[in-house]
């Protein structure tokens, strides 16, 4: 390597000596002669090269050690092949009895909730002091408690990640615009006391629970354990539990809904603006196994999206934002004609219902204008009478009544209901009560479904590693009472939160190998768990990605292009499916291509699929092993031995007194029988002795080296470890902890190259992909834009027989200083020669330019790199990302977003009411005004990231190839290069003649590249619709259901009073 002289060299022996001076030679003639670069003195120095840092990796690691100590158990072992199929089996009854215990909690706060209605009677004067939730704890200035705000005791709790909390007592949020003392939400609030000691019983049946709440159908949310709200900077909660997805699916059957808008010329201004915020709450209610579209009409219809003329798409995450984006572009003109927009309406439902697509349910149009001039019996009479399969929902913006009738009468004649929005306050509570009518039929039947929703987010719960994902299992409560059964009221929704953490607690990761994996789906072919799954992504700080809820299969195992697997399991069938897969791993930079076996089966009792990956070859191999548990426990006790915390090997979360202690120390106490309430996994615990019993000889070797480094040259070496396939670690350190140049290698955050929940450390994933008995070596890649990493990884594997089926038992390996590694390749160049050594996916790890360390080659040498790509050295591999975020820029305005979020909408509507009581006879050029102040700010251009598709390259070696050389025909020169394999490793040196420049071909990057769709690729996107399957249960309609409470308009002078006042102190309080 240039700048390093003969002194440094001359410690390195004469065969060393002698391979520098032919090299010289060599090299030297290269420069005389300008003839190509000597194959066979390339071959030389790399064979010479490889020999050394062999030697340092296996001599620091102990493999060869390892590897011995493992044949000598070689006879007392049995192998066996799993099977995948009675695997995927075992796991999904697992995950049954699981979600099972959760369901029964539930249910028992359903039957408790019920009981306690039914023996309530309603008090208007009912004065009760509860806990609320914003308010406990709270003092005036006097140090009295504020009223609803008691003295109610928090204390940190390690199961809710150390959060203070109350596990005695649940407390109560409501929704900041709604009254505290409100009488139902008081009479609500009593009656629920009751189910504090349901709430503490199930939490003792079932230590791993926990939030478990009731969410009102008046608004209040009570929750347990009782933890502190906090607003936020704007004095707002914006939490409304009838607007979670768990709510609705519990209260609701799955439906279709056809949203028409009046964009007629009465509508502009404040009352567009009002209907926009209508639809988008609206929006807000539905879910995934819901259906829709938006039609504007005026004189003629407008499809919010023109692309959807004539159809519904599924209400996801990302159709929802999509059309959330079209809103805006919808203004008021001409004359509204009503009978167009309802003749269409009724068509689109009843066409798409007979494709057998859509929820197969309940269907509904949505009516939002400012009135009706006409009742249009005669279009309900042909489309939707006698039956009245479609509800129609009306709402009147504005607050003139004049059309009232009309609308409440199409509400009432078609099982609707019809309700007034004056304000934008109104919006969100109007909004809600189409959900209490859809929930008619379902309480009338009396049937408690049981719900689970697709994986979100609770920050509440985050840990180090950020948010949690959940899924929430939740009931419906009934009104039990006999006088109330025909109007089928619902009293709200409970519910239970299950970290997806828990289900991977279920999942033998020992026994998927390597580089399996299990996975679970919904019913809607979306992921619930899955390693691929990137549910956050980072720009300074860890956010959520706006569709993250909603990755279908498709997205991450995207080379099922016919989506067999994904159908598969949405159908519920079990069975085996493979095929050859492009796994990325190292941060996406390098790929591992193998073929994997997929098996697959239902979880009974809720709507998930679960499916298991398991790749050929050695991963679908395992064996056990057999010694005493005394020999076991003797060697568990060395201080070097760690265990995969985020593995189950002992359940210690079912009694509170275990939840300290690490699996380590679980194992100990099992072992040694202090623990008889400890269930663990015996399987695992038996391997996990063997394991340690096999490899506690290295902790000696490892020691006598460390004793004797002082007298060698070998001070490079810092760390070695060694994993086992049981996730049992052992870690050495040759130089103080203090010392080490990578301070965060194999701690808790180092997330890559531990044992995890998900997968096995990423040095042991390629170790084992590597021919036995030689080293992987690789440089760690940083998480920033620029990786300047300063250590260099060196790992192998240890299998248990000398063929591919053989299991991999374990891996060791080192890390060692990168300026070490480095001074170990020595070369001797000419300022015509540049010299790199590459690993087999192209990245640097050394150059006579420091600055191209952890480099993709090809950005370098773009025209050497393009000529190994066509003699076939190297291989490109295309990957596609679906869960990408890429910069864009958007036109936004500083108002027209904020309305639409329902308490900014909220904040901006006290100065629409304060000008309303000023000057209301002059309402339309009020309304022009505050339309033109709040939304119609300078359009700009911001950068924002948005979800988007992108498809970018990686590289891989082709083993068969050890050595080439070629010339690159450039403009004006001829580039010569030799790259030779250096032996028993994944690398290559490559030697490049550096006197031709061949600027004229550009480097090759690794930087994706966003898909872009034109409007008929993107119009097909929206159209297309993958196999899902429907929720087995819907309740559409019921004969005995009183259509009669169907709405009416509401008191204007009474509401602006209760919500002026609120409003007001927020305002001037800010």
């Known amino acids: 390597m240039a700048g390093l002289g003969w002194q440094r060299r001359a410690s390195r022996g004469p065969w060393a000596l002698l391979t520098a001076a032919l090299l010289y030679a060599a090299l030297g003639d290269v420069v005389r002669s300008e003839q190509q670069i000597p194959l066979s003195v390339v071959k030389l120095w790399a064979s010479a090269f490889g020999g050394e840092i062999k030697s340092i990796a296996a001599k620091y690691s102990g493999s060869q050690l390892l590897q ?26 697992n995950m049954e009895e699981m979600f099972h215990k959760k369901s029964e909690a539930v249910r028992r706060l359903v039957e408790a909730a019920e009981e306690a209605h039914l023996k309530h009677e309603f008090d208007a004067d009912l004065q009760y002091e509860y806990f609320n939730a914003v308010l406990i704890n709270e003092r005036d200035k006097d140090g009295n408690f504020l009223e609803l705000g008691k003295e109610f005791i928090l204390a940190p709790n390690d199961h809710f990640n150390n959060l203070p909390v109350n596990i005695s007592l649940s407390d109560v949020q409501v ?46 949310f009570r929750q347990y354990p009782g933890i502190k709200w906090e607003p936020d900077e704007n004095g707002v909660i914006a939490f409304d539990c009838r607007n979670r997805k768990w709510y609705i699916q519990a209260a609701t059957s799955p439906k279709d809904v056809v949203i028409l808008v009046d964009v007629s010329g009465s509508m502009k201004g404040l009352r567009m603006t009002i209907a926009k915020q209508t639809v988008s709450s609206i929006l807000d209610t539905l879910g995934d196994d819901d259906f829709f579209n938006i039609i504007a009409y005026n004189e003629e219809l407008h499809y919010v999206e023109p692309c959807l003329n004539g159809t519904l798409v599924q209400a996801d995450r990302t159709n929802k934002e999509h059309f959330r984006e079209h809103l805006d572009k919808l203004f008021a003109k001409g004359i509204g004609m009503l009978d167009i927009a309802l003749n269409e309406a009724f068509n689109i439902l009843s066409d798409f219902n007979h494709t057998g697509q859509g929820s197969i349910c309940s269907q509904a149009i949505m009516l939002i204008t400012d009135g009706a001039v006409d009742t249009y019996d005669t279009i309900f009479a042909k489309y939707n009478w ?69 994986a ?12 949690v994902l959940m899924t929430t299992v939740a009931m419906p409560v009934f009104s039990k009472q006999n006088e109330t059964r025909s109007k089928g009221i619902l009293l709200g929704v409970v519910g239970t939160d299950v970290p997806v953490k828990e289900l991977l607690k279920t999942i033998p990761k020992y026994k998927l190998g390597i580089h399996g994996y299990a996975f679970a789906i919904t019913n809607n072919g979306y992921i619930l768990t899955h390693p691929e799954l990137r549910p956050l992504y980072e720009e300074g700080k860890k956010r959520r990605k706006p569709n993250y809820s909603s990755v279908d299969l498709s997205e991450v195992e995207w080379e099922d292009r016919d989506d ?31 073929t994997n076996d997929y098996y697959y089966t239902d979880i009974k009792g809720t709507p998930f699929s679960l499916g298991v990956a398991l790749s050929r070859g050695h991963g679908k191999y395992f064996f056990r092993g057999n010694v005493t548990i005394e020999e076991g426990l003797h060697d568990l006790e060395h201080p070097d031995v760690s265990l995969a915390d985020e593995w189950s090997y002992c359940n210690t979360d079912l009694h509170p007194e275990h939840r300290h202690l690490s699996q380590l120390e679980a194992i100990k106490l099992y072992l040694k029988g202090k623990e008889p309430l400890l269930q663990c996994d015996k399987e695992l615990i038996q391997e996990v002795l063997f394991d340690a019993v096999v490899s506690a000889p290295i902790e000696a070797y490892w020691t006598s080296l460390a004793l004797n480094k002082s007298e060698n040259s070998d001070k490079g070496v810092e760390v070695a470890f060694l994993g086992t396939r049981t996730g049992l670690s052992r870690i050495n350190l040759f130089v103080g902890a203090e010392q080490l140049t990578n301070q965060d290698f194999l701690k808790a ?23 036995p008995g030689s080293f ?43 300026e070490f590694f480095q001074r170990k390749f020595w070369t001797a160049s000419r300022q015509t020669v540049n010299c790199y050594l590459i690993d087999n996916n192209g990245f640097i790890l ?20 393009n000529k190994l790509l066509t003699m076939g050295s190297f291989k490109r591999i295309t990957l596609y990302d679906y869960q990408a975020m890429c910069r864009a820029n958007k036109e936004s305005s500083d108002g027209a977003h904020g309305l639409l979020d329902p308490y900014n909408a909220f904040l901006a509507a006290v100065k629409w009411i304060m000008t309303e009581l000023v000057l209301f006879l002059v309402e339309f050029n009020l309304c022009s005004w505050w339309h033109s102040d709040m939304t119609a700010k300078a359009q700009k251009l911001k950068q924002t990231l948005e979800p988007c598709d992108t498809e970018y390259p990686a590289f891989v070696s082709e083993r068969t190839i050890k050595e080439t050389s070629g010339h690159i025909a450039c403009e004006d020169c001829s580039k010569s290069f030799v790259i030779q394999q250096i032996p028993s490793s994944n690398l290559f040196m490559v030697v490049v003649d550096s006197s031709c420049l061949c600027e004229s071909v550009a480097p090759i990057t690794m930087a994706p590249i966003e898909i872009r769709y034109n409007e008929s690729l993107k119009c097909e996107r929206l159209k297309a619709q993958k196999i899902r399957r429907r929720p087995e249960s819907c309740h559409g309609f019921h004969p005995e259901e009183n259509a009669r409470e169907c709405g009416g308009a509401p008191n204007l002078q009474a509401k602006m009073i209760l919500i002026l006042f609120p409003l007001l102190l927020m305002l001037f309080s800010r």
């Not at 044949?71 to 796991?91: H, R």
């Not at 519920?572 to 790929?591: A, C, L, N, P, Q």
């Not at 920033?784 to 240890?798: H, Y």
């Open 749 to 771: 955050g180092d997330k890559e190259n531990i044992f995890n929940a998900d997968h096995f450390p990423l040095w042991y994933r390629r170790a084992a992909e590597q021919i």
């Open 386 to 454: 006698p039956d009245r399969k479609v509800r129609i929902f009306t709402y009147l913006i504005g607050r003139e009544a004049a059309f009232a009738d009309n609308l409440k009468w199409m509400a009432c004649a078609n099982k609707g209901f019809f309700t007034q929005i004056s304000t934008l306050a109104d919006v969100q509570e109007n909004v809600m009560e189409y959900l209490h009518v859809l929930s008619r039929p379902k309480v009338i039947d009396q049937e408690h479904d049981v719900v689970w929703t697709e």
């Open 564 to 594: 067999v697997l994904r159908n598969a399991m949405v159908n519920r069938k079990t069975g085996k499916f493979s095929m050859e897969v492009k796994k990325t791993v190292d941060k996406g930079k390098r790929v591992l291509v193998m």
């Open 68 to 93: 011995k100590k493992y044949k000598e158990y070689e006879k007392d072992v049995a192998i066996e092949e799993i099977d995948g199929l009675q695997l995927v089996k075992k796991l999904a009854k």
């Open 846 to 865: 050394v150059s006579e330019d420091y600055t191209q360390t952890g480099d993709f080659f090809g950005e370098v040498e773009g025209a050497v790199m």
């Open 776 to 818: 992987v070596y690789s440089i760690p890649f940083s998480t920033g834009t620029v990786n300047k990493s300063n250590v260099v990884t060196a790992s192998t594997s240890i299998q248990l027989l000398d063929e591919r089926k053989s299991p991999v038992v374990a891996a060791v390996g080192i890390q060692m200083k990168l």
């Open 175 to 220: 929704p900041t615009n709604m009254y505290n003392k409100d009488p139902a939400i008081v009479n609500g609030v009593y009656w629920s006391e009751s189910l504090n000691k349901v709430f503490v019983d199930n939490f003792d049946r079932d230590p791993s629970l926990i939030w478990q709440y009731f969410g009102s159908a008046k608004g209040f």
């Open 456 to 467: 979100y987010i609770d920050s509440t719960l985050a840990d180090d590693q950020g948010p």
